[in-house]
């Protein structure tokens, strides 16, 4: 494959994804959102209960 063909495929891929928007329906960006904050939240809590020594 080339790089030719192989932009020319990507650039046709995008022109598709171009009318749908990207979005699926059934995800909200506050749930989303949401979770992304509460693992983070977590990893922290986990994280700092392990490095007790400081």
């Not at 080339?2 to 495929?9: D, I, L, P």
Request: zero cysteines; aromatic letters at 10%.
């Amino acid at each position: 494959m080339s790089f030719h063909s192989t932009a020319a495929q990507l650039a046709t891929l995008a022109a598709e994804g171009q009318e749908h928007g990207g979005n699926h329906e059934s995800l909200s960006p506050y749930l989303t959102g949401g979770g992304a904050l509460f693992i983070l939240l977590a990893l922290l809590w986990v994280t700092t209960r392990f490095n007790r020594d400081r």
